[in-house]
């Protein structure tokens, strides 16, 4: 079984709300991943947790706040966003990050987020 | 740097036709890791296929198939006899090693149409 959970399946919030993504898979993967994507854009990285330990950050602003609860869990916590970080926030998970493994990622449905 | 660079932005093809969809791409890295990803209008990524750099075997499942050339550094995908479901934007990602870790970069992605 290869999913990923992702829920809210759409949020809009203020300019001033706190709010949480959250993902989650149970295929025994020790990576976990966030991406942001815009319409008609590619994914870009966000963050990468690699054995519930913060492994990446491609320098995302600080009003996103990962967090790894465990190996099966991922959260993003949203502060002060603005409307430019509306987009799709899609999570994913492989069975490691280990340089030149290369494993595949596992995509969740993702979270369409407005900012208003 | 890595690149990987989908020249064709939106193809348009009638239904039973076959189309090609051209991946080219950049590394110095001897081990790496090339990935085609596939996204419906629903949005959620589905992985289709990994190929490392040391197996030029080309690949077949079903109507897919793929072309790996490292002579030319391209990694090419055909869908045989095209169907209006194979409409989505398609994703060829290329595995960068940043540290200890892989992590994925993505081309800037093919829209088909398939006409019925």
């Known amino acids: 079984d290869t999913e990923v959970t992702q829920t809210p399946k759409h949020l809009v919030m203020g300019m001033t709300n706190k709010k949480s993504l959250k993902c989650e898979q149970h295929m025994g993967h020790r990576a976990m991943y966030w991406y942001k994507q815009k319409a008609k854009k590619p994914p870009e990285l966000m963050f990468v947790?690699?054995?519930?330990?913060?492994?990446i950050n491609e320098s995302v602003p600080s009003r996103f706040s990962p967090e790894c609860p465990n190996s099966s869990l991922l959260n993003l916590h949203l502060h002060a966003l603005q409307p430019e970080d509306s987009a799709l926030y899609l999570c994913?998970?492989?069975?490691?990050?280990?340089?030149?493994?290369?494993?595949?990622?596992?995509f969740g449905p993702g979270t369409r987020l407005t900012v208003t | 740097a890595q690149k990987v660079t989908q020249a064709q932005t939106e193809i348009s093809v009638v239904e039973k036709e076959d189309v090609t969809l051209d991946c080219v791409y950049e590394?110095?890295?001897?081990?790496?890791?090339l990935f085609w990803y596939k996204q419906p209008p629903s949005g959620e990524l589905v992985f289709l296929i990994r190929r490392n750099s040391f197996d030029e075997q080309n690949e077949i499942s079903g109507r897919y198939s793929w072309n790996f050339q490292k002579s030319t550094s391209s990694f090419n995908f055909t869908i045989t006899a095209s169907q209006v479901v194979d409409s989505a934007v398609y994703f060829c990602?290329?595995?960068?090693?940043?540290?200890?870790?892989?992590?994925?970069?993505f081309g800037k992605g093919t829209r088909l149409h398939i006409l019925p």
């Open positions: 947790y690699s054995y519930e330990k913060l492994s």
């Open positions: 590394t110095r890295d001897t081990t790496y890791y």
């Open positions: 990602a290329l595995s960068e090693a940043t540290g200890r870790d892989d992590k994925i970069i």
């Open positions: 994913a998970s492989s069975q490691d990050t280990r340089r030149d493994w290369g494993y595949e990622q596992y």
